[in-house]
């Protein structure tokens, strides 16, 4: 099995890591959510505060995930645009 990035470099392998750790931070958020909110708005368990913090540190990992992959995906398109010398 290949990992989605194995023929990439540079900006486009950042991009793909980028993508692929926002869905699957973005999809771990979305389960957490139904775990947690169960129908009883007031209810709590024990696992409450692990999925808490787990969510918090998947949001700042979707916020990171979004600002180094659109970052990257400029630097890719302006190396595509402005290539330098003959390059295929």
Known sequence: ???PWTNRHGAAKVVVICVVVLLVSAGLCGMQLLVLNDG???SSSDLTEVF???GAVEV???LVATLVGVIA???WAFNRIFRRGSEP
Request: net charge positive; proline share 0%.
């Open 52 to 54: 808490m913090v787990t």
């Open 40 to 42: 009883n708005i007031k």
């Open 73 to 75: 995906l400029l630097v």
């Open 60 to 62: 700042v990992a979707i």
């Open 1 to 3: 099995m290949n990992m």
